[in-house]
């Protein structure tokens, strides 16, 4: 079978299951091909980036919209005509309905053919009912966080982050300490004919890497010569201000690229506790730090919750720097997690609160006297951040606040991000 047909009937199969459970997408992923896998996630994330904008672009094409696969099918299809240039119309509805008859069977395909040759006879007429549609339907979001972002931002910074979110995510990679420098890495790149380019906003730390290569066989990948991260990850990696010597807990770890950086700038002396409470997660964390040669070595992986854990379930005194990369709402990252904008709710601001103030107050515990914690998130959202460390810091009056860092998109081409550190 075509592989324009297989990776889509990858993707209806992905996007179904997600309008069913809500799933992680990533996490869908696993079992893809690789030579496939780069295709069926720009299919899959354009799709649930955009996926009210295409509802809206569909709903005057049938009365009533279909369940299942089939509404998959529509989204994925109408997601290629209007979001997908690179994508030709005629090759996109083919694929897509080929994609769909494996998937649900003949008598599925009949209706998304005409629903899908409707809209590309009108595609002028339903870019201009996008056009003229408010921002939240335009650029596809929820009306709750636009509403927030305009009362904070203003309108035209509101919107100029929705249409951040709506960007395809670069891949980036940073230099690591001890490692080679920019220059050296695009020389080494430019040998294995990949035209990368410095980071506009970070050009002395990152490098942005073609959409679509492959970043695990690009040169110095296995030998650890620098790591696959935003460039806003640094930022509080930077606050942590790690020296060799101390002792460093990782709270909430998984991956482990803020863990790379933490455990090359100890230069051997000191030792990090790399912690994560997913125990399916801390395989990719081991990988990481095993790459770079600090797993065994200053860094030990441990399996344990940031909200309850004490110094000796992890063992030794208390620590010198910990790193709280909390669990968060994600608004800052909506560009590379694709269905996180869908999760949004007070309810669950205020659930993440809750458990953002937990882990805070556990890590004070054990953080040693003149020590720092730098507290993380990816999000926009003033409760999880200035008024989050406003909260704290007036019930522990033995931290003080000592600086802080926020990005908000499209600032410096990066992702969002806030990071406080507090001392004690």
Same mark, same amino acid.
């Given at each position: 079978m075509d592989d324009g047909v297989l990776a889509r009937i990858d993707a209806i199969n992905f996007i179904w299951r997600w309008m069913e459970t809500q799933e992680f997408p990533d996490r869908m992923m696993v079992g893809v091909p690789p030579f496939r896998r780069g295709f069926v996630m720009d299919l899959v994330y354009t799709t649930l980036r955009n996926a009210r904008a295409l509802d809206f672009a569909l709903e005057p094409f049938f009365r009533q919209p279909p369940q299942g696969a089939s509404m998959a099918a529509l989204m994925l299809g109408a997601c290629q005509l209007l979001k997908m240039p690179d994508v030709a119309d005629h090759a996109a509805i083919h694929a897509t309905v080929e994609a769909l008859r494996e998937v649900a069977g003949e008598h599925q395909t009949g209706f998304a053919n005409a629903v899908l040759r409707?809209? $590309?006879?009108?595609?002028?007429?339903?870019?201009?009912? !996008?056009?003229?549609?408010?921002?939240?339907?335009?650029?596809?979001? !929820?009306?709750? $966080?636009?509403?927030?972002?305009?009362?904070?931002?203003g309108k035209e910074r509101a919107a100029a982050i929705c249409e951040w979110d709506n960007l395809t995510a670069s891949v980036t990679v940073l230099t690591v300490p001890r490692g080679p420098s920019v220059p050296e890495l695009l020389s080494s790149f430019e040998g294995a004919s990949v035209k990368a380019a410095a980071h506009p906003g970070a050009p002395d730390d990152a490098i942005v890497v073609p959409h679509g290569s492959h970043v695990e066989e690009l040169p110095g990948f296995s030998k650890g010569a620098f790591s696959i991260q935003d460039p806003a990850t640094l930022e509080a990696v930077k606050l942590l201000d790690v020296k060799p010597g101390m002792r460093v807990l990782d709270a909430c770890a998984a991956p482990g690229g803020k863990s790379v950086q933490i455990g090359l700038r100890l230069d051997g002396r000191g030792e990090l506790i790399s912690m994560d409470c997913w125990r399916d997660r801390l395989p990719a964390l081991e990988d990481n730090l095993g790459r770079f040669g600090l797993l065994g070595g200053v860094a030990k992986v441990f399996l344990g919750d940031a909200r309850e854990v004490y110094l000796g379930n992890i063992g030794g005194p208390a620590f010198d720097r910990?790193?709280?990369?909390?669990?968060?709402?994600?608004?800052?990252? $909506?560009?590379?997690?694709?269905?996180?904008?869908?999760?949004?709710?007070?309810?669950?601001?205020?659930?993440?609160?809750?458990?953002q103030f937990r882990i805070l107050q556990n890590a004070s515990r054990l953080l040693a006297d003149g020590g720092r914690i730098v507290y993380s998130t990816c999000s926009l959202e003033e409760e999880e951040n200035e008024a989050m460390i406003g909260a704290f810091i007036e019930r522990n009056p033995q931290l003080r606040l000592v600086d802080t860092v926020s990005l908000v998109p499209p600032d410096r081409e990066m992702d969002g991000a806030f990071a406080a550190a507090l001392e004690k």
């Open positions: 409707s809209m $590309q006879r009108d595609l002028d007429g339903v870019r201009r009912r !996008l056009v003229d549609a408010p921002l939240a339907i335009r650029e596809s979001h !929820l009306d709750e $966080q636009v509403d927030r972002w305009e009362a904070r931002y910990i790193l709280l990369d909390v669990p968060c709402s994600n608004t800052g990252v $909506q560009r590379r997690r694709a269905d996180a904008r869908w999760r949004f709710s007070s309810e669950r601001l205020a659930a993440l609160n809750e458990t």
